[in-house]
């Protein structure tokens, strides 16, 4: 009888005639069958299934297709199996090891806003299900519905795309391809020219690979224009890319102001393939190939303003001067708390006014999960709030008097930090990290008295924290330091911590002098600290390991004290031992080796004797 596949994993199934259901024994899903036994239909319907299992969807759809098509032809009576194939290769379902359960579950590569549970093919497919095969089927298609779901979840986040690159990241090898180079230098020309890009390799680095289909949906069904680069024609044909470019023209179909540009370099353009062939391709080894690219992106973006505008009109949407009734209801959602009905509204306002900065600090705010500005002044951030995207784009279009307000507000966070951190005096480094904050806000506020107030108290605070390490240090000595290595390892780090806090300079000569000095000091008390430390841990050690440690560890301090000869003298002991160790077991081992000429009794109770010697001795 012919050999079926398994549809998750591609192993063969142990089938018989009249089964419809069958449990795969090498990945242990359970898969409908088809209801015959045909061998001409068993070989296409595995074709069909490697297709899928590849990431081919596309031709994995047609070979089902055809045999539907043969189907008709020959009255062959398939049953529900081939049109639940078909559904899986329309969603693009692949099936991976969830690694929690180590059960084979479906993924899907092909979202659409349809639920499978709607799709023709789905419920053809359980009207021709006998009981166990409907069982099956619906199981599998209300999980694909729920992961649908959430990667339309996932997905109605992201921000619109302008421009989608398509094109094959890594070879046959694994290794990275000149597609992927040449698409990486076009990513960095579109954003220095302003617009947003989808590009794999960098939007959807440190996502996981089951996490890919969520932002690769959003960004093909929001950006204007696909640009298909490719240098083999294998690589326009490759599973992944094709999957791209061809759900790419199935959304222009509906869509017919968007744009698809293919970009080959090194190759026939005639080798393109049929579906792009038709489409104004650009070779890019050509001089002044980008400016080409950019001025069909630009009229791409153009003729989505005016059919917005379009829309606009026909809608009788508010004009941008009657965007004040939004903007009031994004600042109640912000007090409300309900920051995601806030971006939906600030994403309304924008809609309509795509320079409003207003909306853009609306947004930053919404970033940060404030409610007020009162609140958003109460921040502590030493980098302020400028980093925040939001920010930017409202302090780029704000009018001169929002652009002060705007920078008040950035200098009020960190004059806020700063004035923290000057009142920690009892944390020296927590109070030297306030001045380099002044220092970024000069003339705002008080902010110039109180870094001259943070500079005179810095260099008091500092000579206190001197001395009280000092004092610290007078009481260690005179502990036994063979029972407290610890706390003059720990002391010798917070000396070369302060020798490195105590240069500044807005000091005077004399003062450069005596931080100079104190810089020294500290420098022969962390030396001393470390000393210290090494001796009473090599006193401590009783493992030859732990020996050999402590002896490196002076060994590094040169001809500091005695620090080389403790160190040579213990590691020569080590050796010594070693090799004691050795020739007593060169011992132990010859006197085995002769026992075949000795008694045995005679013999053992020599080795014992040995053993008994070597446990007493003090070298052992």
């Known amino acids: 009888m012919p050999v079926y596949n398994c549809k998750m994993c591609g192993a063969p199934l142990g089938i018989s005639t009249g089964m419809t259901v069958c449990g795969c024994t090498f990945c242990g899903t359970t898969q409908t ?9 068993i070989a296409a319907a595995n074709r069909a299934n490697h297709f899928r299992q590849s990431g081919d969807f596309d031709r994995a759809e047609q070979a089902y297709a055809d045999v539907i098509a043969q189907e008709k032809e020959e009255a062959f009576s398939i049953g529900a199996d081939i049109y639940w194939s078909l559904t899986l290769c329309r969603y ?14 479906p993924t899907c590569h092909r979202l659409q806003y349809k639920d499978i549970l709607d ?42 795309y302008d421009v989608f690159i398509c094109y094959k990241e890594s070879d046959e090898q694994g290794a990275r391809t000149k597609d992927s180079v040449l698409a990486q230098d ?15 390799r960098v939007t959807l680095e440190g996502k996981l690979g089951t996490e890919y289909e969520p932002f690769i949906f959003a960004a093909l069904h929001s950006a204007k224009t696909m640009i298909v680069i490719g240098t083999k024609k294998e690589y326009f044909v490759a599973p992944w890319v094709k999957n791209e470019w061809m759900r790419y023209l199935a959304i222009m179909k509906e869509d017919r102001n968007r744009r698809l540009i293919p970009a080959y370099l090194g190759m026939d353009p005639y080798d393109l393939p049929d579906a792009l062939a038709t489409f104004q391709a650009q070779d890019m080894s050509k001089l002044g190939f980008m400016q080409d690219i950019l001025t069909n992106i630009d009229r791409a973006t153009q003729e989505e303003y005016e059919k917005n505008a379009a829309i606009r009109e026909t809608l009788v949407v508010p004009e941008v001067s009657e965007t004040a009734p939004l903007l009031r209801r994004i600042g109640y959602f912000l007090e409300d708390g309900e920051f995601d009905r806030a971006e939906q509204y600030v994403d ?34 030493p980098a302020g709030i400028s980093a925040e995207p939001g ?46 904050e002044f220092r970024s806000i000069p003339g705002f506020r008080d902010v110039d008295e109180k870094l001259q107030e943070c500079i005179a108290l810095k260099k008091s605070l500092l000579e206190e924290h001197y001395l009280e390490i000092g004092r610290e ?61 090494a001796v009473a841990e090599l006193d401590r050690a009783v493992l030859p390991e732990d020996k050999r440690a402590a002896a490196n560890q002076l060994l590094k301090m040169g001809s500091y004290r005695d ?58």
């Open 33 to 41: 069958l088809p209801k015959i036994g045909d061998e001409k239909y």
């Open 92 to 105: 693009g379902i692949e099936y991976v090891t969830d690694p929690a359960t180590q059960k084979m579950v």
């Open 119 to 160: 799709d023709d093919d789905y419920k053809r497919a359980i009207s021709y299900a006998d009981d166990d095969q409907k069982k099956v089927i619906e199981s599998e298609a209300n999980y694909i519905s729920k992961v649908q779901k959430r990667i339309l979840d996932i997905s109605a986040k992201e921000e619109p």
């Open 186 to 200: 076009m990513y960095y020309e579109l954003v220095r020219e302003g617009y947003k890009v989808f590009f794999s």
């Open 348 to 381: 309304r306002v924008l809609n309509l006014d795509p320079e409003c900065a207003q909306a853009y600090f609306y947004k930053a705010m919404c970033d940060r999960t404030i409610r007020s500005q009162e609140e958003l002044e109460q921040l502590r951030d």
């Open 391 to 436: 920010y930017q784009k409202a302090l780029r279009f704000a009018s001169p008097e929002m652009q002060e307000d705007l920078k008040r507000i950035d200098h009020q966070i960190i004059y806020n930090d700063a004035v923290y951190k000057m009142q920690q005096q009892d944390n020296v480094d927590l109070f030297i990290q306030a001045i380099p």
């Open 473 to 533: 240090y007078v009481r260690l000595i005179k502990q036994d330091t063979t029972k407290y290595p610890g706390p003059f390892r720990e002391l010798a780090l917070r000396y070369d911590s302060l020798a490195k806090m105590l240069p500044e300079k807005e000091l005077t000569e004399p003062e450069k002098n005596l931080v100079l000095d104190l810089c020294r000091t500290c420098e022969d008390r962390a030396k001393e600290c470390r000393y210290f430390a």
């Open 563 to 620: 620090a080389h000869a403790k160190a040579e003298n213990c590691l020569r002991e080590l050796k010594q031992k070693d090799l004691w160790r050795l020739n007593g077991a060169q011992r132990s081992a010859d006197l085995i080796a002769s026992s075949h000429r000795q008694e045995k009794k005679g013999f053992w109770r020599r080795l014992g004797e040995i053993i008994l010697a070597l446990l007493d001795s003090d070298d052992y």
